[in-house]
């Protein structure tokens, strides 16, 4: 048997302390027949327009079975605080989503009430873990849109206090479903050598760089490329964000943020049988259909693993930026993290 490295063996031990699976399994939780409750869908943040668009989507009367059932109920609006582009959004998405039969309440207790299942999408990431912690308190399985936080500590505590509560979550970029992407998983082109991605990058003095916005192309890299980045590189500038992360096993994936010219998702991944390229981002349906499949069974279709690693991979690309674009390890990210997630209280 091979010994581990230290990076391995770091983010083992952030994961295991937390109670969380390597291989992607939920055993810390119920069986999802415990777990299972009814169809109703509260939201939690009405500051983004992924709101309207998942409530229009599950809503609409033409939906039948095809999301099993599963409607908006109620949503609480009140999500970002001080960031104004959102804030300045939730009187209009409040009156959109009223027009899908929503009924709007004054707080997270007065939703959970209310509700079976529960959809996080305040835009704001600081405001994940404080918004959380409740729902996974009164046993409401937990769909957190992107950015999971705004932090990798944060995003810590929270798999902390699911598994305490025993509680599945899961979060995730609709860019993982993105055109093409299903050939790649299915090994159409072999194994996968390397992989380029784009989206756009826009910054939010609020959030580390590429939390507000480039999580989705990093999110597509990783999709396609799986875990195991050791290091990053990164340049940057007024226009352009390029993320060079090095895999232990020698791959390269790279992730180009787009803040000048068209703005556009996409990528081309290597394989050892063909290239793959990418197609553009087609819609919310194919990420919905997962959130609702992890309704019904509690089972979380994003390893704990693989969320954490891209949260360490934007954070150590900060890293690498503070650094002048000399090279930064995640396994140093992940161990500060961890020190500061070990003093966040979630019970």
Request: aromatic fraction near 8%; proline fraction near 3%; charged fraction near 25%.
């Amino acid at each position: 048997m091979t010994k581990p490295n230290r990076r391995e063996f770091i983010l083992t031990t952030a994961i295991s302390g937390i109670g969380l699976s390597v291989t992607g399994a939920t055993a810390y939780l119920k069986s999802p027949e415990q777990n299972q409750g009814g169809n109703k869908i509260g939201i939690i943040g009405l500051d983004t327009s992924h709101s309207v668009a998942f409530t229009k989507a599950l809503n609409r009367p033409e939906a039948g079975d095809e999301f099993s059932g599963y409607k908006v109920v109620a949503a609480y609006p009140n999500g970002s605080r001080d960031i104004a582009s959102s804030v300045e959004r939730i009187p209009g998405y409040t009156a959109e989503v009223q027009k899908s039969s929503v009924e709007i309440v004054n707080s997270i207790d007065e939703l959970l009430a209310k509700v079976d299942v529960v959809m996080l999408e305040t835009n704001d990431g600081r405001l994940h873990l404080e918004q959380a912690l409740p729902v996974l308190r009164a046993g409401k399985r937990m769909f957190i849109d992107k950015p999971m936080t705004a932090s990798l500590a944060d995003a810590i505590a929270i798999f902390k206090a699911a598994k305490n509560y025993k509680v599945p979550v899961f979060s995730s970029s609709s860019l993982r479903y993105i055109t093409g992407m299903d050939e790649i998983i299915a090994g159409k082109i072999g194994r996968v050598l390397g992989a380029e991605t784009y989206s756009p990058a826009k910054l939010e003095a609020t959030h580390p760089d590429l939390f507000w916005y480039g999580i989705h192309g990093v999110e597509t890299l990783f999709t396609a490329m799986g875990t195991g980045c050791k290091h990053v590189v990164r340049v940057s500038n007024e226009d352009t964000d390029l993320v060079v992360g090095t895999w232990q096993d020698g791959r390269i994936g790279t992730f180009r943020g787009i803040r000048k010219g068209k703005a556009d998702y996409g990528g081309t991944v290597f394989g050892e049988k063909g290239i793959k390229m990418l197609g553009s981002f087609t819609g919310y349906n194919p990420l919905l259909v997962q959130i609702i499949k992890f309704f019904v069974t509690g089972i979380a279709p994003v390893k704990e693993e693989e969320t954490l690693e891209i949260l360490a991979f934007m954070e150590a690309a900060d890293l690498s930026k503070a650094k002048n674009g000399a090279s930064a390890d995640l396994e140093t990210v992940m161990a500060k993290a961890m020190a500061t997630a070990s003093d966040i209280k979630t019970e």
